[in-house]
């Protein structure tokens, strides 16, 4: 995905950033039973505040929170120690998602940590987290979803076996497709899709934690109780307990993405702040109370040698019911799927609006007004993860990256009230937030290179790869002229293929503020 290509005049393309209407007449020529033509080609704000706590919430719980307690509490140690590490879990990430209310409110572009870093450090720091993110991080994150979702459906139909590696994969892709398909067709039954998807995660996870209150009401609560829980099978060691909240962070991850479609959202300024302390919170609860539900019905022991936590949970107490474990566990990737396509999409349509990615991925539906070339290119890459079969070896690799790209994004908030402390800023975070975040972020990050060296390393190289990449692609703009033919050639196809042309900005909307507003208009801002 070799960037483009802002250097050569396009004379064959459809259509320039200025003139997208005039496109429309060409792909809309000889066919006059379309629909008339729209006014302005750009992308809808149909996300709400509910819709925008759907989809944090809807990114956050996938997986994890049904299979990470297993690793939480075998490198805590005991069932004390491992709730404290839930909890705290979910305040470093309340923590980090104030980080990014800031900056999302400040710079309110599509793209999140990528539009952010290019923003403060330059094009080189934001290709490069671009990069990985596209190339990798995304596409081996969709592919691990996507497999849970497809062992979880089947493992029904092969009850005595582990499910066929094609059958798997076969299911996978359809599914991918399906959803892509979704997400091309409209911006508001995506997110539909997301709503009831999230209500359907909350539901099952709330029927867990009735389950485990009753359990507790019953008088089933000794390994709750201060003398049990703290009782270590190990002492763990601060190594150890490091690991621990990196199994917990994996569960708490996706808390950042509705930073990545902050065009699309309705009053951005007002409703991301608010999706975001709705939901942080809402996550934390949920999951704590969970973990203790988890903890009055199984014993520790009975916990470690599960692999699938919840379904352990479901046949120990729901008996015949406990179908709707796996049901719930399948349906709750599914949504995570969806999630991830919807959010990963527009971080590769802002990479190639800011250049460096093809011009091609910067163009939405003339009529749908969906990316739909960064979908396909977000689906193609997935596909072809899956393909290669490595997914669990390469999740541990782009760990490493997800979480460096954090504390740099973080470290840039930092940056940027030293470089412009004028700059207007309806939220402003004490010091001690961005702070308190990357002291425990260099912890983390300093024991997994510790660790894991060889694993942090390949991630490094993988995220260095794109330097090359950025200087031929993105720097070098006297590339020979057959270059800039094929690009135009491929653009002008791929453009009558998909009847895609470039939106139209308001530069007002995605721009930063660069002075105050007087006081009057502060005061508003304020109270709204």
């Given at each position: 995905?070799?960037a483009?290509?802002?250097?050569?005049k396009?004379?064959?393309?459809?259509?320039?950033?200025q003139?997208?209407?005039?496109?429309?007449?060409?792909?809309?020529?000889?066919?006059?039973?379309?629909d008339?033509i729209?006014?302005?080609?750009?992308?809808?704000?149909?996300?709400?505040?509910l819709?925008?706590?759907t989809?944090?919430i809807?990114?956050?719980?996938?997986?994890?929170?049904?299979?990470?307690?297993k690793?939480?509490?075998?490198?805590?140690?005991?069932?004390?120690?491992?709730?404290?590490?839930?909890i705290l879990?979910?305040?470093i990430?309340a923590l980090?998602?104030?980080c990014?209310?800031?900056?999302?409110?400040t710079i309110?572009?599509?793209?999140?940590d990528?539009?952010y870093?290019?923003?403060i450090f330059?094009?080189?720091v934001?290709?490069?987290?671009?990069?990985?993110?596209v190339?990798?991080?995304?596409?081996?994150?969709?592919?691990?979803i996507a497999?849970?979702?497809?062992n979880?459906?089947?493992?029904?139909?092969?009850?005595?076996?582990?499910?066929?590696?094609?059958?798997?994969?076969?299911?996978?892709?359809?599914?991918?497709?399906?959803?892509?398909?979704?997400n091309?067709?409209s911006?508001r039954m995506?997110?539909?899709?997301?709503?009831?998807?999230?209500?359907?995660?909350?539901?099952?996870?709330?029927?867990i934690?009735v389950?485990?209150?009753?359990?507790?009401?019953k008088?089933?609560?000794?390994?709750?109780?201060?003398?049990?829980?703290?009782?270590?099978s190990?002492?763990?060691?601060?190594?150890?307990i490091?690991?621990?909240?990196?199994?917990?962070s994996?569960?708490?991850?996706?808390w950042?993405f509705?930073?990545?479609?902050?065009e699309?959202?309705?009053?951005?300024r007002?409703?991301?702040?608010?999706?975001?302390y709705?939901?942080?919170?809402?996550?934390?609860?949920?999951?704590?109370?969970t973990n203790?539900?988890?903890?009055?019905a199984?014993?520790?022991?009975?916990?470690?040698?599960s692999?699938?936590v919840?379904?352990?949970?479901?046949?120990?107490?729901l008996g015949?019911?406990s179908?709707?474990?796996?049901?719930?566990?399948?349906l709750?990737?599914?949504g995570?799927?969806?999630?991830?396509?919807?959010?990963?999409?527009?971080?590769c349509?802002?990479?190639?609006r800011?250049?460096h990615?093809?011009?091609?991925?910067?163009?939405?539906?003339f009529?749908?007004?969906?990316?739909?070339?960064?979908?396909?290119?977000?689906?193609?890459?997935t596909?072809v993860?899956?393909?290669?079969?490595e997914?669990?070896?390469?999740?541990?690799?782009?760990?490493f990256i997800n979480y460096?790209?954090y504390?740099?994004?973080?470290?840039?908030?930092?940056?940027?009230?030293?470089?412009?402390?004028k700059?207007?800023?309806?939220?402003?975070?004490?010091?001690?937030?961005?702070?308190?975040?990357?002291?425990?972020?260099?912890?983390?990050?300093?024991f997994?290179?510790?660790?894991?060296p060889?694993?942090?390393?390949?991630?490094?190289v993988?995220?260095?790869?794109?330097?090359?990449?950025?200087f031929l692609?993105v720097?070098w703009k006297?590339k020979?002229k057959?270059?800039?033919?094929f690009?135009?050639?491929a653009t002008?196809v791929?453009?009558?293929?998909?009847?895609?042309?470039?939106?139209?900005f308001?530069?007002?909307?995605?721009?930063?503020?660069?002075?105050?507003?007087?006081?009057?208009?502060?005061t508003?801002?304020?109270?709204?």
């Open positions: 995905m070799v483009d290509m802002d250097g050569g396009r004379k064959r393309s459809i259509c320039s950033r003139e997208p209407l005039a496109a429309l007449k060409i792909l809309k020529d000889g066919n006059n039973k379309r008339e729209p006014d302005r080609v750009t992308l809808k704000k149909e996300i709400g505040l819709s925008a706590c989809i944090i809807g990114n956050i719980i996938g997986s994890g929170i049904f299979i990470s307690p690793g939480v509490l075998e490198h805590s140690g005991s069932v004390g120690l491992a709730l404290i590490v839930w879990g979910g305040c990430a980090g998602s104030l990014y209310a800031e900056l999302g409110v309110p572009k599509s793209g999140g990528y539009s870093v290019t923003e330059g094009g080189l934001g290709f490069l987290l671009l990069w990985s993110a190339l990798i991080m995304y596409p081996t994150t969709l592919a691990v497999l849970t979702f497809s979880y459906v089947l493992q029904p139909v092969f009850p005595d076996c582990v499910p066929p590696y094609m059958a798997t994969r076969l299911l996978s892709t359809v599914c991918l497709l399906f959803l892509t398909w979704v091309c067709s911006v995506a997110t539909r899709i997301q709503d009831v998807f999230t209500v359907g995660k909350l539901a099952a996870l709330g029927l934690i389950v485990g209150l009753v359990q507790i009401c008088g089933n609560y000794e390994g709750l109780t201060p003398q049990v829980a703290f009782e270590f190990t002492t763990p060691s601060v190594g150890q490091a690991l621990a909240f990196l199994q917990a994996f569960a708490f991850s996706g950042n509705l930073n990545y479609v902050t699309e959202v309705v009053e951005p007002r409703n991301l702040p608010r999706a975001i709705i939901s942080i919170p809402l996550v934390t609860f949920v999951y704590t109370l203790i539900a988890y903890f009055s199984m014993s520790p022991e009975e916990l470690l040698s692999n699938a919840a379904v352990t949970f479901g046949e120990k107490l015949m019911f179908v709707i474990m796996p049901i719930s566990v399948a709750s990737t599914f995570g799927i969806n999630g991830y396509l919807f959010t990963s999409s527009r971080l349509f802002s990479g190639a800011e250049g990615l093809p011009s091609l991925l910067a163009m939405i539906h009529k749908n007004c969906t990316p739909i070339p960064a979908l396909l290119c977000c689906c193609t890459a596909i993860i899956l393909c290669i079969g997914t669990h070896n390469l999740i541990n690799y782009v760990s460096l790209s504390g740099v994004t973080i470290a840039g908030l930092l940056y940027y009230r030293w470089k412009k402390p700059l207007y800023r309806p939220i402003k975070v004490n010091l001690l937030v961005p702070i308190t975040y990357l002291m425990f972020w260099a912890l983390l990050l300093g997994s290179l510790y660790s894991e060889v694993v942090c390393g390949v991630g490094l993988i995220m260095l790869t794109g330097v090359p990449v950025y692609g720097h006297a020979p057959c270059i800039y033919d690009i135009e050639s002008y791929a453009q009558r293929l998909c009847f895609v042309v470039f939106p139209q308001d530069p007002i909307e995605i721009s930063p503020i660069e002075e105050w507003p007087d006081k009057s208009s502060d508003l801002s304020r109270k709204s």
